[in-house]
C-alpha cells in the first residue's frame, strides 16, 4: 500500500461557466500507477471552480445544470460586496465543492455507465490544474 | 495498511425523492474488515441520486430537507432541453454529491450523536446501489 | 504508510452563521505526524454546520457567500415542520458537506494561493468539534 506522486492536469476552459469531462485524463493518471485497488483523490486549487460527477451522454444535462445554477446565483445581487464581480462562482463553487475521491478496483476508476468527472468553470475563461493523488496497492 | 475488497449493497427505492438511512449497512461492511482505523469511501454510481450526512431522530428535518430542494429546484423549467424530464435530479445529485469519505476509529465509523448516512433518491423509484471500500489497518 | 490517531479541535463560534478559518489547525495537526505524502481526511460530528474550502483573501467573499447563502435559504417557510427552527441550518450542512478530504504533499496541505478550509456554522453559537484523520507515509 503506497501513495503515488501528485499529478497536475492542466485544463484551458474557453467560457465563464462550463464543465469540462476530465474523466479520460484521471483514469490516465492512475493507469500511470501500479495501483490496482485503491483511491484517486481530485481537488481543484481555485475558488471559483468545482468538480462534480454527473451525466456523461446527453449534453442537454449539462445545459440544464449551469443554466439553472446561474438563475439561482445571478452574477450581480445589489448586496454583494466583492470588488471582482464573481462571488456568485465563490458559491458554486463551496456548493458542488473542489475536491473529489473517487474509487479504483483492478486499475480502473469505479463510476456508473453514465457517470463522467467533470472540472467545473464558474468564472472562466482561465488556465485552470487538476490535481490527482492516487493510493492503492 | 490496506485496502479491503468492494461492498456492493442494493437499496430499493420506492418514491420520487426519498432519503433512505444506510448507516447501519455501512457499519456492517465495515465490521465485516479487520479495519479499526482507516475510512471508508462511498460511492452511488448513479447521477440522479446522491449521499449526505444529517440527522438521524427527527423525521421532520427530512421532510423540510426534500421539500426545500423541490422548491429551489423544481422538476419543470422552461428553458430545461433535457428530454427525460429529471434536470433537477441531475442537479440534486451534483449539489449533494454522489460521494462521501468517513473516518473509522476502533472499528466504528466516526459520526456525531445525532449523524446518519443517507442515499438520496431524487428520481425514484428505481434500483440502487450503494459501493463501499474499505481502507484501513 | 499508515494512519495516525484522530485528532479533535474545539472550534468556538459566536454567531448564527460564520465561517471559521481553520487551515492553520489543520496543518499543524498534519505537521505534529511524521506524513509527508497522503491525505487528511477532516469532518464535522454535527447537523447544522459544515466544511468548505474557499477564498482566504477578501472577507467580503465571505460576506456574500453567506448572505446569498441566507436568501436562498430563509430560516422560516411555512411548510418547514421540524420544531427546533433550524432546517435552514440542515440543508446548508448537506449542501456543503460535513467532510473534506485535503492532499498532503511535502508534510503541507495542498491547497491553492487563495484556498483556505473553513468550518461554517449555520446554527450557532455554539461549541463545535472538528475530527481531523491523517493518513500518510
Redesign the interface.
Known amino acids: 500500500?503506497?501513495?503515488y506522486p501528485?499529478v497536475t492536469e492542466a485544463v484551458q476552459t474557453t467560457r465563464r461557466t462550463e464543465l469540462v469531462d476530465v474523466t479520460a485524463r484521471v483514469q490516465q493518471a492512475v493507469s500511470a500507477t501500479t495501483a490496482t485497488?485503491?483511491?484517486a483523490?481530485l481537488?481543484?486549487?481555485?475558488?471559483t471552480a468545482a468538480l462534480?460527477?454527473?451525466?456523461n451522454a446527453?449534453p442537454?444535462?449539462r445545459?440544464?445544470?449551469m443554466?439553472?445554477?446561474d438563475?439561482?446565483?445571478p452574477q450581480r445581487?445589489p448586496?454583494?460586496?466583492?470588488?471582482?464581480g464573481n462571488?456568485?462562482s465563490?458559491?458554486k463553487?463551496?456548493?458542488?465543492?473542489?475536491?473529489?475521491?473517487?474509487?479504483i478496483?483492478q486499475g480502473r476508476l469505479?463510476?456508473?455507465?453514465?457517470?463522467a468527472i467533470y472540472l467545473c468553470e464558474f468564472d472562466g475563461p482561465r488556465d485552470r490544474r487538476l490535481?490527482i493523488?492516487v493510493?492503492?496497492?
Open positions: 500500500m503506497r501513495t501528485l485497488g485503491g483511491f483523490v481537488s481543484v486549487p481555485h475558488t462534480t460527477i454527473n451525466e446527453d442537454d444535462v445545459h440544464d445544470l443554466r439553472k445554477l438563475e439561482l446565483l445581487e448586496y454583494y460586496r466583492h470588488s471582482e462571488s456568485d465563490h458559491l463553487s463551496s456548493l458542488l465543492g473542489s475536491t473529489l475521491t473517487v474509487i478496483e469505479v463510476l456508473g455507465t453514465w457517470q490535481l493523488k493510493i492503492g496497492e
